[in-house]
């Protein structure tokens, strides 16, 4: 079953949201407002199979694999860090 993950810009599910079901290797290629994706995302939905998370572009940097759920928020060292995700 492919993922799917939903990105929201705050906690809780809130404010601007990004919907892929793809790896994205660059999470600045989805514009946000004036802005971009990258280092914004604060929650996020996942379903299908677990995806992994990194705090660098191209997949590189500390790396959080998130099994299909809901993520109400990070701990401060994963809120507005992750700039490349994988998905299975
Ligand atoms: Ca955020």
Redesign the pocket.
Known sequence: MPSTVTL????NFS?ASLTIQSSVADLSQFLLGESNWTD???SIRVTGAPITAYQDVNFGGEALVFVPGDYAQFTPAW??VISSISLS
Request: hydrophobic letters at 20%.
């Open positions: 929201y810009q705050d906690a404010g914004q995302v604060s809120n507005d």
